[in-house]
C-alpha cells in the first residue's frame, strides 16, 4: 500500500460478524497514510470475528479478522461462487498487506530510562496520537513488569509536559549544542485540529529533514521554446489523441531524460548503502481539494511517449481531484518534481520526498526581458523564464551531482525542439 507504511486505520466495517458475503464483496477500509483502501473478500463465506474495531491504529502484519470460507453461500445480488474458485469449511486469516515494518529504536545512541522497548499496541497508539517517536518512549522511566512501559507512565510523562521530546543523543564532545528547554508562549486563536493526512505529512516532513542534511542549489531556464511550441501544439495535441497538453509531461519526460544521464540521483539510502534505482518513476506532488499534498507516481517514465506521459498526467490530476487514487498510485517513486509555480511561487526549496535523496521544484514560468546572443550581437528580448531548484540529501550527493544534474534538467527545457510533430 506504500512504502515505510508502518501500520493503518480501520475506517469502517462493512460486513459484521455474522454477515455473509461472496468473493469480492468489500469486507472493510482501511487507511494508509495518505490514501483510504477498500479490502475485497478472498472468496465467498461469512465473517466470523474481527479483532479491531473502526478507527483502530493496526500495526503491520496482525490479523483483523477470520473469515469461514464456504461454497454453499450466496448473495441474491450475486450468482454463487462455483465451488472450485473456494476452499470448503475451510479457515482464512485476513492480514493486511505486507508493507515496511518499523526500525527498532537505536538505543544506544540516546540516553534510554527504560532498556525494555518492546512497546504494547495500546502504548503505541497513545504515542501516535501525540506525535511521541521511539527515541522518546525509550527514554521515559518504565514502572512495568520487567521493565516494560505502561499507560500511566506515558500519560504521566505527557502531563508532565514531555521533558525528554528535545533530548539528543549523548555526544563526544563536551561542548556539543544542546536543544534549550524552552517554553513558548503559542498564542491565542481559533484551533483547528489536524486531520490524519495533515498528520501524517507533519510527520513526514520531520522525518525527513532529520534524516536527510539538506542542500538547495537553484538554476534558472529560458523555456520560451518550450511554452511557444506547446500554445501552438496544445490544441491539435488534445484533437489528435484526446488528452490535454499540460508543461506537466513535458517536464517529466525532461528530468526523466537527466535522470538516465545521472543515475546517482535516482537512489535511496540504506545505512552505509546507496541503492541506485534501475526504474525510473516520476512522483508528481499534487494537492488535493482538501489542501493537502500526495505524490502520484508515473510508472517508468523513461520509456514512454509524450502522449502516454500525458495520458498518465492527467489520470493522477483527475483521480487527485477526485480523491480517488490507490495504493498503487502513490507507490515506488524514485524522484519527485513539485511544480510550485502553479501556485504562482518564484521558487521553492522543497522537502525530500523519503526514501529518495532528491527532489526538484519548479517555478512560474515568466515573462522578462534577457540578453540574448543573436547574430547581431546582444540584444534584449522578452523571454520565458523559470528558476529550478534541487533539494538533495547531502549524505549521498554532493555538490557537484546536484548541480551537474539540475543544469542538465534546465538545458533539456532550453533545447526543446520547436520543430517536434505531435
Do not use: C
Amino acid at each position: 500500500m506504500g512504502e515505510s507504511i508502518a501500520e493503518g486505520t480501520i475506517i469502517n466495517w462493512l460486513v459484521n460478524e455474522g454477515d455473509s458475503f461472496e468473493e469480492g464483496d468489500i469486507i472493510l477500509e482501511v487507511a494508509t497514510d495518505k490514501v483510504d483502501n477498500e479490502v475485497p473478500a478472498p472468496a465467498s463465506g461469512t465473517l466470523v470475528k474481527t479483532m479491531f474495531q473502526a478507527k483502530d491504529v493496526v500495526p503491520v502484519g496482525e490479523v483483523i479478522a477470520i473469515l469461514e470460507v464456504s461454497e454453499n453461500l450466496s448473495k441474491t445480488k450475486k450468482p454463487a461462487v462455483p465451488s472450485s474458485a473456494v476452499e470448503t469449511s475451510s479457515k482464512k486469516e485476513v492480514a493486511k498487506p505486507k508493507v515496511m515494518q518499523q526500525p527498532a529504536t537505536n538505543s544506544g545512541s540516546f540516553s534510554v530510562n527504560n532498556t525494555n522497548t518492546f512497546f504494547s499496541p495500546l502504548i503505541l497508539k497513545i504515542a501516535k496520537e501525540h506525535h511521541i517517536s521511539f527515541e522518546e518512549l525509550a527514554r521515559i522511566p518504565a514502572t512495568g513488569n520487567e521493565g516494560r512501559l505502561r499507560k500511566s507512565d506515558l500519560f504521566g510523562y505527557i502531563e508532565d509536559g514531555r521533558p525528554y521530546k528535545f533530548a539528543q543523543p549523548v555526544a563526544q564532545d563536551p561542548t556539543a549544542y544542546r536543544i534549550p528547554q524552552l517554553s513558548f508562549d503559542k498564542g491565542k486563536g481559533k484551533i483547528i485540529e489536524m486531520d490524519r493526512m495533515r498528520q501524517m505529512i507533519a510527520d513526514h516532513m520531520v522525518y525527513s529533514k532529520h534524516t536527510s542534511p539538506h542542500v538547495t542549489a537553484y538554476v534558472e531556464a529560458d523555456l520560451t521554446n518550450m511554452v511557444n511550441w506547446r500554445n501552438a501544439n496544445k490544441k491539435a495535441f488534445e484533437e489528435k489523441y484526446g488528452e490535454r497538453l499540460t508543461f506537466t509531461p513535458l517536464f517529466v519526460e525532461a528530468v526523466a531524460k537527466a535522470v538516465k544521464d545521472f543515475p546517482n540521483i535516482n537512489a535511496s539510502v540504506d545505512g552505509n548503502n546507496i541503492i541506485v534505482k534501475e526504474d525510473i518513476n516520476i512522483g508528481m506532488a499534487t494537492a488535493l481539494p482538501s489542501g493537502n499534498l500526495i505524490v502520484p507516481v508515473v510508472k517508468n517514465a523513461d520509456t514512454k511517449d509524450l502522449k502516454t506521459l500525458a495520458a498518465n498526467v492527467n489520470e493522477m490530476a483527475n483521480k487527485a481531484r477526485e480523491n480517488k487514487l490507490g495504493g498503487d498510485d502513490i507507490k515506488g517513486s524514485t524522484f519527485t518534481i513539485s511544480n510550485v509555480g502553479t501556485f504562482g511561487s518564484v521558487m521553492g526549496t522543497p522537502i525530500i520526498n523519503q526514501p529518495e535523496v532528491a527532489i526538484l521544484a519548479l517555478g512560474i514560468i515568466k515573462k522578462r526581458p534577457e540578453v540574448i546572443e543573436t547574430e547581431n550581437g546582444d540584444e534584449i528580448a522578452i523571454r520565458s523564464m523559470m528558476y529550478l531548484s534541487l533539494s538533495f540529501d547531502h549524505r549521498v550527493v554532493d555538490g557537484f551531482l546536484g548541480g551537474s544534474f539540475v543544469r542538465r534538467v534546465a538545458d533539456y527545457f532550453e533545447q526543446f525542439d520547436m520543430n517536434r510533430s505531435i
